[in-house]
């Protein structure tokens, strides 16, 4: 065995068990698989050949290796067209049976002519090569053979060359960019060499035999990368990406880094009105109702952030509507790929915004409705203080405090002195009025924390919060009610009574406190009387 029948054995090995790894997991899973079975057996049982070719005893025996050869020689390129034909997704142009038939009819001819004619498209006979290496050929460009192989070869690969590079050009992902570039280089490089070994060198010199065979090591080392990097046999890589998308329910667009629509499935073209094919490469902003900058800038911190969860923006459809709609999306990537693009999932919430919508406004009016209701209950309607029922809830809540914290309280008692001859004398409006201008004076004595309430009539309560300057507060109180008020051009003269007591010198008792607090308010009314 020589050396280059050695490496054509080393060939044959590695293609036998790359045919073996194409079908390991299923052999009927899908076309990729099979048809890359078929094209490692063709280029295996081509190297197989010619590992006897090489050293074949005499040239009529090295004449059946080479006839033998071709088989797998011519039907590499058909297999490998179909294989690409599957990768870039282009097995549709095989419509009918027929179809197959032509496809694989040129290289099944150049077979049968090979095998049972005198000579092949590359023989017209076989000489020992001058270096030592084995049979070479001698071949003429006067056989017609001769050119309807090179033009057989060269037009199933230059139309595998196209549909790789249309593929790579048109697809969104880097790995399928990348497998575009590597098969165009490694079989162009395959083709250009065999061509010179085995076409063109053999018209002019006999040294070295031919060696395309030998070339496809290439294919070999770049086939086995190209699988394991990018995971081209891989069920979930060959059906995850249009199954996955088609089949869920809500609206799914996928976006590349500038915002255009990759693709979208059935779902969100329902919602939009449009078809795919318009969606196609538009920008997502103009479906988006509102600020372009500001839904710009929510795209543009997507890109940072890697994802957001239920955005509400409002989407335009093809008619006009304007759907609110809730988005999530995301970015992805994968160690192969890196950005693959920018995964949006939407669902139509206008239903649900309506129902919102009502939701607030029957609260609202709910909310208006129970805090004029609270207002009625607890506040006097004449002078907006708090009334009877407010002030002794406030109470109650000061008894609470002082048992929690021991923080002491106290009450003012104050009944308006002179306030029925101002009723008689001027009515009632007048005397209203009075009452909201006293309302007014007390205020100027009452601090944060402190409540005043109508207890009813010209009868006021004040709670104290700071006992220390209580008595400070009864003089300056009855100090605002010695000027008179001028009411409507009436001059209305009001005194004010006042009596005080403190919680814990009541001895902790609310009824204590009150009774306490009025007693003292009747004896300052008497005094005032008396004078």
Not at 25 to 36: A, Q, T, V
Not at 161 to 186: C, D, H, M, P, T
Not at 280 to 287: I, Q, R
Not at 379 to 407: H, M, S, V, W
Request: charge should be positive; glycine fraction near 4%; include cysteine.
């Amino acid at each position: 065995m020589n050396l280059l029948s050695l490496f054509s054995y080393g060939n044959f090995v590695l293609f036998l068990l790359l045919s073996i790894y194409s079908i390991q997991f299923s052999p009927i899973r899908s076309k990729l698989n099979k048809y890359s079975f078929w094209v490692c057996l063709a280029l295996g049982e081509w190297n197989l050949c010619y590992v006897f070719f090489y050293i074949a005893p005499n040239s009529s025996t090295a004449l059946i290796w080479h006839k033998l050869a071709l088989i797998g020689m011519y039907c590499f390129p058909a297999f490998t067209l179909y294989f690409f034909i599957v990768l870039t997704k282009r097995d549709t142009i095989f419509k009918n049976k027929y179809h197959y038939f032509i496809f694989y009819l040129v290289p099944a001819i150049l077979i049968l002519i090979s095998l049972f004619s005198k000579n092949t498209a590359l023989v017209q006979a076989l000489v020992q090569s001058s270096s030592g290496l084995g049979w070479t050929y001698v071949n003429s460009t006067n056989s017609i053979l001769y050119w309807v192989t090179l033009l057989y070869l060269y037009c199933y690969f230059y139309f595998a060359f196209f549909l790789l590079y249309k593929w790579g050009k048109n697809s969104n992902y880097i790995g399928e960019k990348k497998q575009a570039r590597i098969f165009i280089l490694v079989d162009a490089t395959i083709l250009m060499l065999g061509s010179i070994t085995d076409f063109f060198y053999p018209l002019i010199d006999n040294f070295l035999p031919p060696m395309a065979n030998l070339f496809t090591i290439v294919f070999i080392l770049f086939f086995i990368y190209i699988i394991r990097r990018y995971n081209m046999f891989d069920i979930h890589h060959i059906a995850s990406p249009e199954l996955i998308i088609n089949t869920i329910m809500d609206p799914v667009m996928v976006l590349d880094e500038n915002f255009k629509i990759i693709r979208s499935n059935p779902a969100a073209e329902n919602i939009l009105g449009y078809s795919s094919s318009y969606l196609k490469n538009k920008n997502l902003v103009e479906f988006l109702l509102g600020n372009t900058d500001i839904n710009n800038k929510i795209l543009m911190e997507l890109l940072e952030t890697k994802e957001f969860k239920n955005k509400e923006l409002n989407v335009i459809t093809s008619k006009g509507e304007i759907i609110n709609s809730l988005f999530s999306a995301s970015t992805a990537e994968d160690r192969i790929n890196g950005f693959l693009g920018i995964m949006i999932t939407f669902k139509d919430i206008t239903e649900i915004k309506v129902i919102e919508d009502n939701l607030k406004f029957v609260n609202s009016k709910y909310r208006k409705t129970a805090d004029k209701l609270y207002k009625i209950a607890n506040f006097d309607p004449l002078t907006r203080i708090a009334n009877r029922r407010l002030f002794f809830e406030n109470i109650k809540q000061k008894i609470k405090q002082y048992e929690q914290t021991g923080k002491d309280f106290g009450v003012i008692f104050m009944d308006l002195n002179g306030f029925k001859p101002i009723n008689d004398k001027f009515g009632h409006n007048i005397g209203d009025k009075a009452l909201i201008e006293s309302v007014c004076r007390l205020k100027l004595c009452t601090y944060d924390e402190d409540v005043l309430a109508r207890m009813g009539g010209d009868e006021f309560v004040l709670i104290v919060s700071d006992t220390s300057s209580i008595n400070e507060r009864i003089n300056k109180i009855k100090t605002l009610f010695l000027s008179p008020m001028h009411i409507d051009g009436c001059i209305c003269n009001l005194g004010i009574a006042a009596g005080t007591s403190i919680y814990s010198q009541s001895n902790r008792d609310l009824d204590e406190l009150m009774r306490i607090a009025d007693i003292l308010m009747y004896e300052d009314k008497k005094k005032s009387k008396v004078k």
